[in-house]
């Protein structure tokens, strides 16, 4: 099936820096969701996207719903160690409700 | 409000036996979807109930089967297990089927021998 082309695969960055990861689609999407999962644990909800060009911010995080409707991105800012993780971008397409995920971002903080 | 929960959380079995796990949705949410995790192929969707009813169906063998009960909590099984089968299941619920939100568990972390 379809699957979201989400980069970079991993990063390694130190406390206090900032963070961008991205996920982009072959097809239109209808809405992009940005999650993080901790290890041992389920996907936790971080920001939901519903509109082309929606820009929304959940503390220290801000997800963009690309004007294309192809893409979406994610930022963090100023790192922190408990930010160390696995991200994933998910969304619906036109095609179905059921949500398309990328292969996430492993995100690592050094102190 | 409770999240999702997800029974057991650690299953091992072997090669040929057959598996069920549980999944109870957030109080008041009426529709369940069902993801298995790998590293090589990620979250994968297997399949969207609501209503006691299968809406969606992600692209796996029928040896994967679910079903939802009138309290929304829902099973998925697996049969005639193989090695691949290992994984992590995850359950998600939203309140219904259009809410494209949707709020998972911890998982179900099964391995096959």
């Known amino acids: 099936g379809q699957q979201l082309n989400q980069s970079p695969q991993s990063m390694f960055i130190q406390e206090g820096e900032d963070v961008s990861m991205n996920c982009t689609s072959s097809?239109?999407?209808?809405?992009w969701l940005w999650y993080k999962q901790d290890p041992g644990e389920g996907p936790v909800l971080l920001i939901a996207?519903?509109?082309?060009?929606e820009l929304t911010s959940n503390g220290r995080l801000t997800a963009q719903f690309g004007i294309t409707r192809k893409d979406s991105f994610l930022n963090i800012s100023a790192s922190i160690p408990s930010d160390v993780g696995i991200y994933f971008c998910?969304?619906?397409?036109?095609?179905?409700?059921?949500?398309?995920f990328g292969k996430g971002t492993t995100l690592s903080v050094s102190s | 409000k409770a999240g999702v929960t997800q029974t057991p959380r650690y299953l091992i079995k072997t090669r040929g036996q057959q598996v069920t796990l549980s999944c109870s949705p957030i109080?008041?949410?009426?529709?369940v979807s069902w993801y298995q995790q790998t590293p090589g192929q990620g979250l994968q969707f297997l399949f969207e109930?609501?209503?006691?009813?299968?809406?969606n169906k992600g692209n796996f063998p029928g040896r994967f089967s679910g079903r939802q009960f009138s309290n929304s909590r829902s099973e998925m099984n697996v049969s005639t297990l193989e090695l691949g089968d290992s994984a992590l299941y995850l359950c998600?619920?939203?309140?219904?089927?259009?809410?494209?939100?949707?709020?998972f568990g911890p998982g179900t972390r099964l391995l096959v021998l």
């Open positions: 998600a619920s939203t309140f219904n089927p259009t809410q494209e939100t949707q709020y």
């Open positions: 996207l519903y509109k082309a060009g």
């Open positions: 097809s239109i999407f209808n809405t």
């Open positions: 998910a969304g619906t397409n036109q095609a179905g409700t059921a949500l398309i």
């Open positions: 109080s008041g949410h009426r529709s």
């Open positions: 109930y609501f209503s006691e009813t299968q809406r």
